[in-house]
């Protein structure tokens, strides 16, 4: 079984061939992601230990800058969306949206290892 | 001199009814004035609780906001400003800091921390947020929240 994921407004999709645990994620990286409300952002990691606020307070949110200038990268109707990179050859899995910062220029995702923890996995191309 | 005496004790006597008339006429007047006001108030309290629902707002600009969407029409149910989605439950809204609101005739309009007029009761809305837990939206508005307003509990952003 393989999971697609949704990448633009017009329904488009990209197989997941493969997926990367927070740890192999990194400060630096660009990455993109789809979401119901924004739809299509990408931006830059500047942090894999982002801490948010109570009750989310644990140092293991992924967070991303808006780097290439969007007005919101991210906004309500957006959570759970896909974080992914690569392109139509197949993409890696990151994670599924969190939250954003309140001017909207910073969002953060959860790694998707720690769907796993929740007994929720990405399948990936044989 | 025994006569005078006789008129004066009249005298005394008629004044200490007069006195005790004039006693029950302000007793009488202070019992009508307390229960003027007690009506006052009361009246006063049924036309809050039907015209100006309760309407938490957070204390202050969360440094992040949550990304759910909760669509739905806005209602007052009981005194409590709810939003009738798709689900069976009825969250009720905290608002964003600097929010407010304004009753104008029988329209409950919510008002942006810029003074405009969002949306009113009766309006489907759009809102960005999450469900948080009571203590959570306790601590989210620095206080408690009324016994009766019952979860769930969705933190709106501002628009």
Known sequence: MTNKIQWWSDGSTFDVNSKKPRSEQHVGDIVSKYGYNTFYTAGQITSTTHVSDPPYNAATWIEVANVFGYSRIADGGDSGGPWFTGNGSGVTALGITHMVSSDRQNVSYMAEDYLELMSMYVMTSP | ?159
């Open chain 2, 1 to 159: 001199m025994k006569q005078n005496s006789t008129q004066y004790g009249c005298s005394i006597f008629t004044s200490r009814i007069k006195i005790k008339q004039l006693r029950k006429i302000i007793y009488l007047v202070i019992a009508v004035v307390i229960l003027i006001l007690i009506c006052g108030c009361s009246a006063s309290h049924t036309s809050t609780t039907q015209k100006t629902p309760y309407f938490p707002v957070q204390k202050e600009i969360p440094s992040e906001y949550m990304l759910a969407l909760l669509s739905g029409k806005l209602v007052n149910e009981g005194g409590f400003l709810r939003v009738n989605g798709d689900g069976n439950s009825s969250p009720l809204i905290i608002w964003p800091y600097g929010y407010s609101l304004e009753v104008s005739g029988d329209q409950i309009w919510v008002i942006d921390e810029k003074g405009q007029r969002l949306f009113a009761v009766g309006d489907t809305v759009k809102l960005g947020g999450g469900f948080l837990g009571t203590a959570d939206a306790e601590a989210r508005i620095g206080q408690a929240l009324p016994p009766d307003a019952a979860g769930p509990y969705f933190i709106a952003n501002p628009q």
